[in-house]
């Protein structure tokens, strides 16, 4: 069933969701937030939007142009909805398309800012996948991997754009091998964790293409508190 709910934590932006499917989750407004974001910049990617809320949340924080990538035609319906309902179609444009293609569109050294929510997880036939397609899709390596991602980036990106990606913490070395291989130096990784008392779930990691060596781990950011409340650092996100 589609619906339309408040985008999580912003009260004035609104995102158009289908409840079977896979809806977007607070992995998306971390990367949002964490991914540096310069006062000139000029163009933004996502490359695997969902339905948009990276280039919605994004658009709180910069006036720049703003592209979202979806390879799921129903899904691309739902971004582009969201899009409108916000009325932000001049600034943010949604394209059906294999990221793996989409750098056909663009020049080379295009964009300021790549960003990527992508895929958690590898697909064997093994894996346990859900019997809805959209969240099969949407969870595991079938259209967009880690590789394809980062190297589509390499052609995206200016010279010291900068690259972020949110993904599982098991899976950082090979994130930060890639993206080495594809000339994106790595410059911050942000452990995040459910509680102070958890393993961390989530690792935002952000480089920059032909950066300078040299990496900084920021400090650990705690979603809830001990209460199983929203901590500040996390509300802050959201505006509060």
């Known amino acids: 069933m589609e619906v339309v709910n408040y985008l999580l934590g912003y009260k004035d932006m609104k995102i158009v969701q289908n409840t079977e499917w896979f809806n977007f989750s607070l992995d998306s407004v971390l990367l949002a937030n964490f991914i540096t974001i310069r006062a000139k910049i000029k163009n933004i990617i996502d490359l695997g939007t969902g339905n948009a809320p990276i280039p919605l949340i994004l658009s709180t924080r910069t006036n720049a142009n703003i592209v979202g990538v979806e390879i799921q035609k129903p899904i691309y319906q739902l971004a582009i909805k969201s899009i409108q309902l916000n009325n932000l179609e001049e600034r943010i444009k949604i394209i059906n398309e294999d990221v793996k293609e989409v750098s056909k569109r663009f020049d080379s050294d295009f964009f300021d800012v790549v960003v990527s929510n992508p895929p958690y997880f590898k697909y064997t036939k093994n894996s346990h996948v859900n019997d809805n397609d959209y969240k099969t899709i949407a969870r595991?390596?079938?259209?967009?991997?880690?590789?394809?991602?980062?190297?589509?980036?390499?052609?995206?990106?200016?010279?010291?754009?900068?690259?972020?990606?949110?993904?599982?913490?098991?899976?950082?070395?090979?994130?930060?091998?890639?993206?080495?291989?594809?000339?994106?130096?790595?410059?911050?990784?942000?452990?995040?964790?459910?509680?102070?008392?958890?393993?961390?779930?989530?690792?935002?990691?952000?480089?920059?293409?032909?950066?300078?060596?040299?990496?900084?781990?920021?400090?650990?950011?705690?979603?809830?508190?001990?209460?199983?409340?929203?901590?500040?650092?996390?509300?802050?996100?959201?505006?509060?």
């Open 140 to 240: 595991h390596e079938l259209m967009l991997d880690i590789d394809s991602v980062i190297k589509v980036a390499k052609k995206l990106l200016k010279n010291q754009g900068y690259f972020g990606i949110v993904h599982r913490p098991e899976r950082l070395m090979e994130i930060l091998t890639k993206m080495r291989e594809n000339n994106i130096e790595p410059k911050r990784v942000c452990f995040v964790y459910p509680k102070c008392n958890q393993e961390a779930n989530i690792v935002l990691i952000e480089g920059i293409k032909n950066g300078k060596e040299g990496i900084k781990f920021e400090p650990p950011l705690f979603v809830h508190d001990t209460d199983g409340n929203y901590t500040i650092e996390v509300r802050k996100m959201f505006g509060e």
